[in-house]
């Protein structure tokens, strides 16, 4: 293992105890999205391992995940089951026969591809209700966005088991990063430009 995924493992556990005391002031974060991750970061961790790839980070972010699910469950006493938390439930479901049937490889892509789509309701979040975020928010995903690039740089070569999972990773936390900026940037903007009547 090298230093960049050490590194980028270690900012992700930082960022996830961060995350974490949000969640226990009041932050909201999505139930759904955050189970769903720690089951399919479960999986890729495991297909990942299994071909000797660089399976810390999605180790450390199943770790995270669980920690945050909980936190919501204990803080908030509620979570939502719709037709996509259905969905996503079916997606493990296939990886786990994905993985058993194909083997790590097709595990690997599988899972990966699903914690993409178990993002989808955080993204939301943050894109439909701008005035709920904030820069504690925007610094904890920059944090995940680091430790996907150092642990995408840390890849002992460009294979599917060393930086696929990180890589993918990065450009979801891309996207969310964006969507927390672009909440931030018009919360400024609606308090900033004065009132004007008609």
Do not use: H
């Not at 999605?58 to 770790?63: C, G, I, L, M």
């Not at 194909?102 to 993204?123: D, L, R, Y």
């Not at 005035?131 to 928010?137: C, G, M, R």
């Not at 993918?168 to 004065?194: D, N, W």
Request: proline letters at 3%; aromatic letters at 16%.
């Amino acid at each position: 293992m090298n230093s960049f995924i050490l590194a980028g493992s270690v900012i992700a556990a930082i960022t996830y105890v961060f995350l974490c005391v949000g969640v226990i002031m009041g932050t909201p974060q999505s139930f759904s999205t955050w189970i769903m991750w720690a089951l399919i970061d479960i999986i890729a961790a495991i297909s990942i391992a299994s071909k000797g790839g660089s399976f810390l980070l999605p180790t450390v972010y199943a770790a995270g995940s669980t920690l945050i699910f909980v936190s919501i469950l204990i803080k908030f006493r509620k979570f939502e089951w719709t037709w996509f938390e259905t969905m996503i439930a079916g997606l493990v479901v296939i990886c786990l026969a994905i993985y058993g049937v194909f083997g790590g490889i097709f595990g690997t892509i599988a899972a990966t591809i699903s914690v993409g789509i178990a993002g989808v309701p955080q993204f939301g979040e943050f894109w439909s209700n701008p005035e709920k975020n904030s820069w504690q928010v925007f610094m904890v995903y920059s944090g995940f966005l680091a430790s996907n690039v150092l642990t995408t740089l840390g890849g002992k070569n460009i294979s599917i088991q060393e930086i696929y999972y990180p890589l993918y990773c990065t450009v979801m936390c891309i996207s969310i990063v964006y969507a927390i900026g672009r909440g931030i940037a018009l919360k400024r903007k609606l308090f900033q430009e004065p009132f004007v009547s008609i």
